[in-house]
């Protein structure tokens, strides 16, 4: 069970795009960001900040002009430029590829996919298109997303895009959604963007050209972009099969990918691996960077975010390992009322109360599936 579906983070199906990244909910907003003297972003997808001389974070607006959501961390050196995550769309890349010619004459060079899901990978043909001789770079575990669930997802979408498209024409001209409410003009207005978003993603997904990155972080790796270092550190599984954090060591920041959850409950992928996930939460922990870059929601520069989120895994790991000792049934599992004490946190981040109880049954679920399993039991 997933909670962001055939999108790579939102269900197709759904009425509304919901609150897209850099949109926070209830969580604190952080420090207003550096104004880019080179204004706004003429393709109204993303909103720029400079987090250090040379490291750029390109943060997706609450409602982008295309489909994109995921934020990318953009880091120069002397011999060129490194991207993470190339978003959902083209089209989307293809915006950030012009920002960065602004910024800088220098090349991309590489770009780093945290792990397999679309809205990180799908953006990889618009900057090999753009760069030759340009390295796409991920742990083995993205390479084989991509070609497993990855490839069943865009299947998936490519199946249901159109008829979510034709449900939202029909409630504009029915003028009403299907619970009666009728569309006043803001109704409207959401309506017909989301109709409009889904139909350019529809067609650049059915030419869309799959790129494929290295598997080559298989462990540690320090990449030298000439005068700057920059680490990438495999922690998976955890979110995914194939996670991975980028480390700016001079900078002091790092991207996090999906393993840092700013504007909703952690999304549990099928290849998801819970102990992990904690493990990972706490190489973060010890990691000397304080600026932290999630793919979804804003930088985060104070230490509530991850910290809330290692309190919850270590948690969500503590009493799954009681269900598995006490030999609990799934019924039970299920129905339990744990974790109460992470419900605030959770809503914090944009769960609310509904999440919260299907993210905990799920969560503890799969954790007790995994233990189990890695006991020579059977899930």
């Known amino acids: 069970m997933s909670f962001r579906a ?20 209830a969580a ?16 109204g997808i993303f909103t720029f900040e400079a987090l250090a001389e040379g490291v750029w974070v390109a943060r997706v607006l609450a409602r982008p002009e295309a489909y994109a959501f995921a934020n990318s961390l953009v880091v120069e050196g002397e011999d060129g430029v490194l991207v993470v995550d190339t978003q959902q769309s083209p089209t989307a890349a293809r915006a950030l590829i012009d ?5 800088t004459d220098r090349p991309v060079r590489w770009v780093v996919n945290t792990h397999w899901h679309g809205d990180h990978v799908y953006g990889n043909v618009a900057y090999r298109d753009a760069s030759p001789g340009v390295r796409f770079l991920a742990a083995p575990g993205t390479v084989e997303g991509m070609r497993g669930p990855g490839a069943r997802q865009r299947a998936e979408e490519l199946e249901t895009l159109p008829g979510s498209i034709r449900d939202r024409e029909a409630w504009l001209a029915a003028g009403r959604l299907p619970d009666g ?56 599984p955890a979110h995914t099969a194939g996670d991975l954090v980028v480390r700016v060591p001079d900078a002091g920041v790092v991207a996090v990918g999906d393993l840092l959850e700013a504007t909703a409950a952690p999304w ?19 990691a000397p960077e304080t600026v932290r870059v999630p793919a979804h929601g804003d930088v985060q520069r104070e230490g509530w975010l991850l910290a809330g989120e290692r309190a919850l895994f270590d948690d969500l790991v503590a009493e799954a390992r009681r269900a598995v000792a006490e030999g609990w049934s799934p019924e039970r599992i299920r129905s339990e009322a744990l974790l109460e004490e992470h419900r605030a946190f959770l809503a914090r981040i944009g769960a609310g109360e509904g999440a919260f109880e299907r993210w905990r049954a799920e969560a503890l679920s799969r954790a007790v599936d995994e233990l189990r399993a890695g006991e020579g039991g059977t899930p």
């Not at 983070?9 to 949109?23: D, I, N, T, Y």
């Not at 920002?99 to 910024?103: D, E, Q, T």
């Not at 963007?193 to 972080?217: G, I, N």
């Open 28 to 43: 604190p907003l952080a420090a207003q960001p550096a104004v880019d003297p080179l204004g706004p972003d003429p393709a």
């Open 6 to 25: 055939s999108s790579g983070r939102w269900a197709v199906a759904s009425f509304l795009p919901v609150v897209a990244a850099g949109c926070l909910g």
């Open 181 to 236: 409410r009728v569309l006043d003009p803001d109704l409207r207005d959401q309506v017909a963007y989301s109709a409009r978003l889904r139909a350019a993603y529809l067609a650049e997904l059915r030419a869309l050209e799959t790129v494929e990155p290295e598997p080559f972080v298989d462990r540690r790796r320090t990449l030298d972009l000439g005068g700057r270092s920059v680490e990438l550190v495999p922690l998976g």
């Open 99 to 103: 920002r960065i010619a602004l910024w």
């Open 268 to 286: 549990i992928d099928g290849a998801a691996s819970l102990v992990g996930w904690r493990d990972a939460l706490g190489v973060l922990g010890d």
